[in-house]
């Protein structure tokens, strides 16, 4: 856990808060809070906190106080919160005895597949946090009533754990994901033309096809006949990642379906992957699950 210095009340030490998954392949973390008694802290003393993932939230009953680095907003039962991933924010509980509320955290980077990889873009955050899609809940109750319910539903289906649940929950993050690129009328999600992904496409099944060999740079950009500076810039504001960092990614999901659904050994698996490495390997797994290739199989069984 480390501190940094916020800029804003008071100049408070910030915690960069590790969220700890509840399931390894479903990258989050959701919980209620269910306060019967009045907190009599002030704002000011509750410590700024920030941490990598999303957070969403859902009130159902009570008043919330929430403070982000540019506003201070009160919330209510019915209403919905967005925080950009590594954005400051803290809160305090405001005018009853009772306050019950639900926090989803959640990397949504790691929800993107082949067929949504076109959005990657929009939620990357690359040039501005998700704090700013918070102008949809208070323009249209309809949708805010969706994303309430979207919240509540995951957070149930996180508690029962009943057959599917996992499939349940990935289906209800593509809503919440859908319902922000659908309502965004003032077009704040700056997504990927078509003919821009449809130019990368040589390029991603290159990507694809050649996942267990070596992947350059240099092939990509003779694929499309594109420089190399301007390949790498062209292809990081397409895809929202960088031409390494997408390799990488798609490596080390492949790394994971193997892990669930074969016996290979983790030294072939690296190597199927195109990471004969094992300390590259292992380094790389770690940085996308936050566990070793071994802890994540072990993971996945006892979910199973």
């Known amino acids: 856990m480390s501190l940094v210095k916020s800029n804003n009340v008071q100049d408070l030490e910030a915690v960069n808060e590790e969220v700890v998954y509840q399931n390894p392949l479903l990258y989050l973390k ?3 809070i269910y306060n019967r008694t009045r907190d009599m802290r002030t704002l000011e ?20 106080g929430i403070q982000s680095k540019d506003h201070y907003t009160v919330l209510g039962p019915g209403d919905v919160r967005i925080f950009g991933a590594s954005q400051l924010h803290r809160t305090h509980q405001l005018y009853t005895d009772k306050l019950r509320y639900i926090v989803f955290q959640i990397d949504l980077q790691k929800h993107f597949d082949q067929s949504t990889m076109p959005y990657l873009y929009c939620f990357s955050e690359l040039t501005q946090p998700l704090d700013v899609m918070n102008y949809i809940f208070e323009e249209n109750d309809t949708i805010k009533t969706e994303f309430h319910t979207l919240i509540t539903k995951i957070f149930t289906e996180s508690q029962s754990k009943l057959n599917g649940y996992e499939i349940a929950i990935s289906s209800m993050i593509k809503q919440i994901m859908l319902l922000l690129l659908r309502h965004d009328i003032r077009n704040l999600l700056s997504y990927t033309e078509k003919a821009a992904l449809h130019r990368l496409q040589p390029v991603l099944s290159y990507i694809d096809d050649n996942l267990e060999s070596k ?3 240099e092939e990509a950009c003779s694929l499309l006949n594109l420089s190399y500076h301007y390949f790498i810039k062209y292809f990081k504001k397409t895809m929202g990642k960088s031409f390494i960092d997408y390799v990488n990614y798609k490596r080390i999901k492949k790394a994971e379906r193997l892990l669930v659904t074969s016996d290979l050994s983790i030294e072939n698996i690296g190597y199927d992957v ?8 292992y380094k790389l797994f770690r940085r996308y699950n936050n566990c070793s290739p071994k802890e994540f199989k072990e993971r996945m069984k006892n979910e199973g």
């Open 30 to 32: 959701v919980w209620e």
């Open 45 to 64: 003393e509750h410590r700024w906190h920030y941490h990598k993932e999303v957070e969403l939230l859902a009130i159902i009953d009570g008043y919330l």
């Open 215 to 217: 992947i350059t740079v």
């Open 274 to 281: 195109g990471i004969p490495n094992m300390a590259q390997f």
